[in-house]
């Protein structure tokens, strides 16, 4: 697939999502209020380029974003939600922390939570069955 298919004439846009866990507790970021799902948490990512693999994106992604370098690991799940104007198809992926202080470049917030809190907060849509994904290993 490529971000550019379509269903019903909306964009499917493929973004890929690090979980990063240290210490027993996972990274949430929270979008900037006037983005799209504006103060939203999520795991942090974003869209595969072309000629990109996920892999190769969420790398690209974490660096751009918290200034962090990673190594992509495990697939844990992917979801397709429909925006409205958009379709994210969205595929989660353990990351491994290998270097870097986290940077703060295009989300205004994060923590780190324990897994049994995740949904503590409201997540973006998509990033729901990802957090599945992690109770359910």
Known sequence: MTPKDTISD???ILVVA?????????????RFD?????????FPGGKVEPQETPEQ???????????IDTQT????????????????????YLSHW???DLVLKSH????????GDITNYP??????????????S
């Open 57 to 67: 994106a969420l790398q690209r992604e974490l660096f751009e974003e918290l200034v």
């Open 10 to 12: 909306k964009p499917v």
């Open 73 to 92: 690991g495990q697939f844990l799940a992917e979801s397709r939600f429909d925006y409205g104007d958009k379709v994210v198809h969205l595929k989660g």
């Open 18 to 30: 690090g979980v990063i866990k240290k210490s027993g507790q996972y990274l949430l970021a929270q």
């Open 108 to 115: 205004q917030n994060a923590l780190w939570v324990d897994l």
């Open 98 to 100: 290998l270097a870097g």
């Open 34 to 42: 006037h983005a799209s799902q504006g103060g939203l948490w999520e």
């Open 123 to 136: 997540l973006c849509p998509a990033d729901y069955p990802i957090v599945d994904a992690l109770k359910n």
